[in-house]
C-alpha cells in the first residue's frame, strides 16, 4: 500500500528516545490500521516538532469509525490497537485523539 509522507516539521532527533520510538510505534500501528480497515491505498502522516510539544496526525480518506464503539469493542477481542496506541501516548503523560 503506497502511503504519502509528509515531511515532518521541526527537529524530530531532537526528542529523546522514547518519545521518538513511541511516534513510530503509534504511526505504524495507525498506519497498519489504514491499511486493515480503511479501504484506501494511500494515507498522510504529518507531524509538527514545537520546542514543547509534539503534533502527530494520521488520515486518510477512508470508511471511518465511531472511536467510542471501537474503543468499547476492543476491551473484548484479541485486537488493541486504539488502545494501544492510547496508553503508549499516555505513558508519555500526553495525550492521543482519535
Do not use: C
Amino acid at each position: 500500500m503506497p502511503f504519502i509522507w509528509i515531511s515532518p516539521h521541526g527537529d524530530f532527533d531532537r526528542l529523546p528516545s522514547a518519545i521518538r520510538r513511541t511516534l513510530y510505534r503509534v504511526s505504524q500501528e495507525a498506519l497498519a490500521n489504514v491499511a486493515r480497515h480503511a479501504g484506501v491505498d494511500a494515507a498522510r502522516l504529518t507531524m509538527h516538532v514545537e520546542p514543547d510539544e509534539v503534533y502527530l496526525s494520521i488520515s486518510d480518506r477512508g470508511k471511518g469509525f465511531d472511536p467510542k464503539v471501537a474503543l468499547a469493542r476492543e476491551y473484548n477481542r484479541e485486537h488493541f490497537g486504539l488502545r494501544s496506541m492510547r496508553e503508549r501516548v499516555e505513558a508519555l503523560e500526553a495525550r492521543a485523539t482519535f
